[in-house]
Every structure is written in C-alpha cells, then in structure tokens.
C-alpha cells in the first residue's frame, strides 16, 4: 500500500451535484492537509486537521466541507461547485515530533467543475 | 508579498548534466525549513530535500543537493547527472517558525518545470 492514497483520481461533477474526495493515509501519522493546486498558481492551503481536530480553515468556501473521522482518514464534501473550483486537491499527511515538517502528498484528485 | 519565489517558469538540461532550480525565501522568523518537491505528471509531491535555518552544512540526498544562502535568503536546488526521469515541476516550500509535530503549515512557490532532453 502506498503511504498516501486518494479517491478518485478523477471526478467530473456539474455544479449541483454533491461528491466526496477519500483521502487514507497508513503511515501512522496524526496531520492530515487538504492542498488545492489550480493551474499556474502556489499551492494553496485549504484545511489541517491534527489529532482529527480541524486547526486551519484557510478562508475556503463553505461549498467545501472537509471530515476527519480518525487520524488515517481525511475527506473533502464537495457541493454546489463553481467551474473555478476545478482543480488537482491534494491531501497530505505529517508525522508527529521529532519532525522537519515534512508532509507526504497522494497523487491528488483532478476535478472538473462543469 | 510572496513568501516563495521561483523566477524560473520552465528549464531545460541535457541529460548527464547539472541543473540549478533556483528558490529565494521571505521571512523574518529566524527559525524556519526549507523543503523541495518533485511532482511528475502523475500528480503526486515527492518529497526530495530539507533545509533547516540552523543547519550548518548544505543538505545533500543522492542527485540531490540544496545550495543554502541565508544571507541571501536562497535555497537552490541542484539536480547532479541529470536523467530523462528528472522531467517535472519542482517546487521549493517554508515552514516558518519550528516544526509543530504534527500541524505543519508549508508555503510553496509556483514550481519550476523541468525538462530533461536525451
């Protein structure tokens, strides 16, 4: 199994349906990231989670709804989307202390927003 | 303002040979990482090389080593003996202030896209 593994890979979704994004990670970590990448622009931090408590909301539309139910699973709830949403979401995960910082990506869900 | 830049939209290098991606840095936290990326058309951000403020050598990982200069807030990655598999965009990211363990908050630049040519 891969460290970090999301679901789907691709989505195609109109803007009234309602969708969701898995993300599972089996490192053992405590953090888990949810990262929007659109095209040509930063990485952009949209939600941590650490010891399955949110502790970043970084100003993200409610038309985004992230749930942490355990420390290896992160989801993103997806609903009434603008066709600017669409983009590669990232989740990553990162160990507890003694740490650099790291984070460790899955290879993203590419959604498209119609 | 930008807390990373990366000047270079796009570099190209043949292969066997070396490469400078280059990444400068804005803060004023005296402790602070310094992270590259690769990520491959498939998608996924690997992790390649970390720089912590108070290291005293340049960090080094196989092909992989980060040319750190603090006083010029410069993090460039170099890329030795270049290979067709090097062809992605890289991405330099911070952490500012020390690690948390655990709630980590990256800032990435807009990434380099690297092409290696036979």
């Known amino acids: 199994e891969t460290g970090v593994t999301q679901t789907p890979r691709h989505l195609v979704m109109g803007m009234t349906n309602k969708k969701s994004l898995k993300c599972e990670q089996h490192l053992g970590h405590n953090a888990m990231y949810w990262y929007k990448q659109s095209a040509k622009k930063p990485l952009e931090l949209m939600f941590v989670?650490?010891?399955?408590?949110?502790?970043e909301n970084n100003s993200v539309p409610s038309r985004f709804s992230p749930e942490c139910p355990n420390s290896s699973h992160l989801f993103l709830h997806l609903h009434t989307l603008q066709p600017e949403d669409s983009a590669l979401y990232l989740c990553?995960?990162?160990?507890?202390?003694?740490?650099?910082?790291?984070?460790?990506f899955g290879e993203g869900s590419r959604l498209t927003v119609l | 303002a930008q807390k990373i830049t990366q000047t270079q939209p796009g570099m190209f290098v043949q292969e066997k040979e070396a490469v400078t991606l280059d990444c400068t840095y804005d803060t004023s936290d005296p402790s602070y990482g310094l992270f590259w990326y690769k990520q491959p058309s498939s998608g996924e951000m690997i992790f390649l090389i970390y720089?912590?403020?108070?290291?005293?050598q340049n960090a080094t990982e196989g092909r992989y080593s980060l040319n750190f200069q603090k006083a010029r807030k410069s993090a460039n990655l170099v890329i030795s003996a270049s290979q067709l598999g090097d062809s992605a965009m890289y991405f330099c990211?911070?952490?500012?202030?020390?690690?948390?363990?655990?709630?980590?908050?990256?800032?990435f630049g807009k990434g380099t896209k690297l092409t290696v040519n036979p």
């Open positions: 720089q912590g403020s108070y290291d005293q």
């Open positions: 990211a911070m952490r500012e202030g020390r690690a948390e363990g655990g709630s980590e908050k990256l800032v």
């Open positions: 989670y650490s010891l399955e408590e949110r502790v």
């Open positions: 990553a995960s990162s160990q507890t202390s003694p740490s650099t910082g790291e984070l460790f």
